[in-house]
């Protein structure tokens, strides 16, 4: 994200700083409700800007669900963490 001020001279910038997201992760937050605040808002909506304007993201996204989706149907999933118990 990258910020300045208005209605003052000099005006402040701030340094554009990056945040790295995979495809999953990206899409998911996309796709989820509008957080509260405004600037959680903006991040969203910045977010929601690149997954649509990129179709192979979506892809990449929905490659990977099927992978693990695919391991989780041939019993290859990981043991539940300590404290869960499976249901018998």
């Not at 992760?25 to 991040?43: F, I, Q, R």
């Not at 929905?62 to 019993?75: C, D």
Request: with cysteine; aromatic share 6%.
């Amino acid at each position: 994200m990258f910020a300045q001020t208005v209605g003052i001279r000099p005006r402040q910038k701030s340094s554009a700083q990056r945040i790295c997201f995979c495809p999953q992760c990206a899409v998911s937050l996309a796709m989820g409700l509008p957080p509260e605040g405004a600037l959680n808002m903006a991040a969203w909506e910045m977010i929601r800007d690149l997954v649509s304007a990129e179709p192979s993201l979506n892809d990449a996204a929905w490659e990977s669900l099927r992978n693990i989706a695919g391991l989780l149907a041939s019993g290859d999933a990981p043991e539940p963490r300590s404290g869960y118990r499976r249901a018998v």
